[in-house]
């Protein structure tokens, strides 16, 4: 993992995660954000060992896993199909997107990786294209009238403006 020390920030250490706490506990009162209290090996502190003290803040990347090949896209544009129990992203080919089978790994963070199943320089939709949306519009089929002749606030019936009285509309 690489680790960033909120004491001393112009340098980057790195480092396992030997125990983590079983309970989280609060950032803030009343905040829903949790963190676990973690002790952490640091492998390369060299000549900083002496400004490193137990209880420091950091920050810390965890690599789960290295690939020597992939793309990483979002998540939403990576789709499980039940029936035939696979991933698949949708390829442009020509003026359409067509399902394509892929390999995938992790994904965290809105991000999934994919290992196989395309390939460089092919456009993905970022979502599944043929998914259906429920678009919320107002009912306007009840919209109020005034007697069958519109809404408020257009021309009075025979089309001409009133003159306003106390020297309005002059």
């Given amino acids: 993992m690489i680790i960033r020390l909120d004491a001393i ?7 396992t995660i030997q125990t983590v706490s079983s309970v989280a506990a609060s950032l803030e009162r009343n905040s ?5 209290t973690c002790d952490v090996n640091i492998t390369d502190a060299g000549r900083d060992l002496k400004r490193i ?16 090949s992939c793309f ?4 939403g544009a990576v789709t499980y199909r039940e029936r035939e129990k696979d991933y698949v992203v949708f390829v442009k080919q020509g003026d359409r997107f067509v399902p394509r089978p892929v390999q995938t790994g992790l994904s965290s963070h809105g991000e999934a990786v994919i290992l196989s199943g395309v390939e460089e320089g092919e456009l993905i939709a970022l979502s599944n294209p043929y998914e259906t949306r429920k678009l919320y519009l107002p009912d306007f089929s009840k919209a109020a009238t005034q007697d069958g002749r519109g809404m408020p606030g257009g021309m ?3 089309g001409m403006m009133r003159r306003m009285m106390g020297g309005g509309g002059r």
């Fill in 32 to 36: 829903p954000l949790r963190y676990f």
């Fill in 9 to 15: 920030p112009e340098k980057e250490y790195h480092g």
């Fill in 53 to 68: 003290r137990p209880g420091m803040n950091l920050r810390a990347d965890v690599v789960l896993q290295k690939y020597d």
């Fill in 72 to 75: 990483v896209v979002p998540a």
């Fill in 156 to 158: 009075p019936p025979g």
